[in-house]
């Protein structure tokens, strides 16, 4: 316990949310989500992070693999968490209500969303409402080699300017890019680098009015509350894991 | 938050929720590809060649074609087993001669030497050692195998398009492509198939996935099905036929399993699972080269090495049994004498007997350890003094081998029953606390673990009384 | 042992065809069950807790309530054809429910009281509710969604209702674009005209499909028909309509025609010539998504969607599975195959346009 004193911006005042999650945050100092899509080369981006010292098991109370890893950079200790890869965060599979519980009520020091060069369109699908629900993430753009192979590239500088987060190229089974990678998680996690993720514009008037409507009232209930925004979407959809997670006053406890 | 605030909070949710109409869902996704399409117009740089995937589309056209796609998936998949079953053998070998040739002696001369008495050291060195022994050696090379080549087929995207070209007949009885995938991992182990049902979304299509994967033949009762299959069917022709035609026996009692798959799906999907229609869809992603060593590892630590643990928490205590049914005395007879007579009637009915009853008994732990008991059980039965007494053990030759069995009074419908019981049965104990920690059910746990054998028993049941009526 | 050795001989001793005899035995039971679990729903009538006095009471408000809104009047004989119940049960049944204030009878007329109304509503709220809850929560296919909630109607509590109502979201519409009554029997009406009475050419937009009687509806939804889709007549004549709808057409009698009630399109709804389901596109072939049908709903249509099944994607029919069924479909570089029946939910338009050759 006495390196984690010795860390004075950790932000590790989440650790009893962590824990209610299964993830158990005594020996790190950062907390670092990996999301994706499936097929996107997230496991490989794992092992390269952590090579193979990681411990595989199941969510609490769920039959979905989890592995976690963890790396250290500059005498941090980073606790790598390997979320279930899926398409979107608002369907209701058990992949799904994990990755986003996780990223919701887990509050990773940053999240890794990991993304198909080649079929980045698809992909922002998720990045997109990965966003929504934290300020603190870094896109790994995956499988750069292949892309490149197939004559797409990506201009990442403008990438990073409309999401508002750092981009980095990769290629985690020629291990290129993985430094970077490191290093941006890091200034990340430390706060030397301060995201200012997109928000979703492309709903319609009325329903943009609505949503912010919602919003309102529910930063009015919960002043600082960073997702509000996507919470209030949420409502909209009706979806009852949200409602019930009101209700139980979860979100009290994410502002403490 | 105070509970007015939230009730509040909802009531105005669900009023704008109506003013908006029920499809908001639709309205956010489509304002999400929305921004993600502008987004990808302003980063994608395309250069040149205006068709990029063309190797894999001509590669998907072969692999997924009505003429070639069925053909190249069985000849891939047999290759598998082939190279399981026949690159098991030396290491296997080698194993069994460490563990019951060279160390068993050591140990039980080691026993004798620290004077641990007959009854102790029995229990120990011939029971749990023993059957412990013999569920690595027969079970660690197979499933080290089978495991890392089936991971690289699934790491080079091989499998998704095998659940694409199955769908149509997963769908004819109700199940799910992607059990085709857990059927197969299912010819692995029948436990790391139950785990793989994950990947299959719908609980009830999982259900089904979980309960019928114990119709797929595992490692475990392939070596069984070819030693009953050389011994009583390859007897039946020519020696130049006879490996052949054993082989084709065994293939044909596989694909009676598959056979099995399909019909237990449709029939569960028709009664107790009713109801639910399936949904399905499935991403075929790109071709890609698997990553070779990262796949040893981690399916050697993920899947081969988390089986073989259980496995062998559950079979040391049925090494124990079996040494303390076969070294108990009633009377004049051992216990394992007793039950063999009490059940032997019961398993003449279907054309069985009581040495095999018996032995999938106690060997419930781990299907691998069914030969070896049925030889120990036949010898004890047969009251043969020698080697082997109250011991399990596997003779080197299948001469022998046969010529023992053909003494404890087995025929050719002993035989063809017992390669049916072998596939038709419960599953192993590992399989069975498998399906209780996915499902987390007691009522489907036990289904699944009775209603094989009921059908095991309705089969050779059939059998029997067909072949009485041609003899 | 010698209980089973004793058996053993028994069935020895016996000829060789009895034995046989007894393999029939076993496979004609094993059929019987199958029979009965497969039927159970058509079955359901031989079963003894359906006719239970709260459900009997039930049912008949419900009918009573029908009679009423369709401005008829029924009598003990009618009610007894309708519920497929003996008259003399009937008739002690409608004793009780007077006493409870129900309903009203004078002459052979029967009619609800304002409290005998609100159960009825209450009634109907419950079963649109477990409509609406099976078509969005389960997969049970829609042929027995009615059957499902007719015996659901009847357990459910109006709390349990009310939890159901919240969870739902608050649903104005069942499946079968029905309007669910209020906690407080409020119910809105939309009235559409049915599709037999509409002269040739006309397009509209079809509100509601009658899911009883059970055969009718069942022909209806062969014919993949649902609410919202767009309907263009070809000709109505005395005995049959034909129309088009998602490009098919479709010939059906005027018995069955009368069940679907359709509305005019509104002035922002455009009737899409071209609109074809995603089944009916081949190999090579390019398209563009018009929507999702409005069939297509709960998780079923929330994956479809989440996979970039939206309006304006453009995606191409690479290849069919050994059996045509499933297909693969390439949308924003990415393949994906669906099974054809969600195919079928899948609005397009074909095209020639190809914005940059790779899909």
Known sequence: MTELEACDSCALNNSAQLLKLGINVENADYVIALAGNPNTGKSTVFNALTGLKQHTGNWPGKTVTRAEGGYRYQDHKMKLIDLPGTYSLLSTSQDEEIARNFILFGKPDVTIIVVDAARIERNLNLVLQILEITDRAVLCLNLMDEALRHHIDIDERTLGKELGIPVIKCSAIKKQGIPELISTVHQVATRQIICKPHRIKGLSKPAQKMVEKLDQKIRKNYPGLPNSRWIAMRLMDADVDIIKALKNGDFDQVLT | ?471 | MSLFLEMKQLFAAMPPLLNLGYVLLVFSILLVVFILKKYQYSLRWLLPFKNTEKSITEDLLKQLYHVASSRRTTDFKMLSGALKIPERKILKIVESMTQNGLIKISGSHITLTETGRNYALSIIRIHRLWEKYLSEKTGFDKSLWHDLAETKEHQLSNEEAEQLYEELGRPRFDPHGDPIPTALGEMISETGTSIAGIPKDTVAKIIHIEDEPRSIYRQIIKEKLHIGAHVKILASENHHVIFESEGHSIQLSTVVASNIQVVPLSSQEVYEEGKVRLSSLIEGEHATILGISTECRGANRRRLLDLGFIKGTLLTLEYMGPNQNPRAYRLRNTLIALRNDQADFILIEKTQYDRTGSL
């Open chain 2, 1 to 471: 938050m105070k509970e007015e605030d939230t009730q509040d909070l909802l009531d105005l949710a669900s009023e704008l929720r109506w003013e908006v109409g029920e499809n908001f869902h639709d309205t956010l996704v489509e304002g999400i590809y929305a921004d993600a399409a502008q987004i990808a117009q302003k980063t994608e740089i395309k250069q040149g060649e205006p068709n990029p995937y063309s190797f894999e589309r001509k590669l998907d056209q072969v692999l997924t074609s009505k003429k070639y796609g069925f053909p190249i998936m069985i000849l891939i998949l047999s290759i598998i087993l082939w190279l399981t079953i026949q690159g098991a053998n030396y290491p296997s070998g080698l194993l069994a001669n460490f563990f019951l040739e060279f160390l068993h002696p050591i140990l039980k001369t080691g026993a004798t030497h620290i004077g641990l008495p007959w009854w102790l050291d029995g229990f120990l060195i011939d029971g749990v050692y023993l059957a412990l022994g013999w569920v690595i050696s027969v079970m660690l090379p197979p499933m080290a195998i089978f495991f890392p080549m089936f991971t690289l087929l699934e790491d080079f995207g091989y499998l998704p398009r095998v659940a694409f070209n199955l769908d149509s007949l997963f769908k004819k009885s109700g199940a799910h492509g992607k059990q085709a995938l857990t059927m197969s991992m299912g010819w692995g182990c029948n436990a790391a198939g139950v785990v793989a049902t994950r990947i299959i979304d719908s609980p009830r299509e999982r259900l089904i996935a979980i309960i019928t994967n114990n119709f797929s033949l595992c490692n475990g009762r392939w070596p069984t099905q070819i030693l009953i299959a050389t011994i009583f069917i390859g007897a039946l022709v020519p020696d130049g036929l006879s490996s052949l035609l054993a082989s084709i026996a065994v293939i044909g009692v596989a694909l009676l399993g598959v056979g099995f798959t399909f019909l237990s799906s449709w029939m569960l999907s028709k009664t107790l699972l009713k109801g639910e229609v399936s949904t399905f869809a499935l991403e075929l992603p790109p071709y890609r080269p698997p990553n070779l060593w990262t796949t040893l590892y981690t399916s050697l630590i993920d899947r081969t090495l988390i089986v073989l643990w259980r496995a062998m928490v559950f079979a040391a205590p049925a090494g124990a049994v079996i040494w303390l049914i076969s070294n108990i005395y009633v009377g004049d007879l051992s216990l394992a004498n007793i039950t063999i007579d009490w059940m032997d009637g019961f398993g003449l009915f279907f054309g069985l007997n009581g040495v095999i009853l018996l032995a999938y008994v106690v060997a419930i732990p781990a299907n691998e350890i069914v030969i070896p008991t049925i030889l120990m059980l036949t010898v004890a039965h047969l009251n043969l003094i020698g080697a082997g007494d109250g011991v399990m053990f596997e003779l080197e030759s299948t001469t022998e081998t046969a010529a023992l069995l053909r003494a404890g009074g087995w025929t050719l419908l002993t035989g063809i029953n017992l390669m049916l019981f072998s596939l038709l049965h419960n599953p192993c104990s590992t399989t069975i606390y498998t399906i209780y920690q996915e499902t987390k059910s007691w009522k489907w746990t036990v289904f699944a673990s009775i209603m094989p054998v009921v059908l095991g028993f309705l089969v050779t049941f059939l059998v029997t009384q067909i072949w009485q009526v041609f003899h």
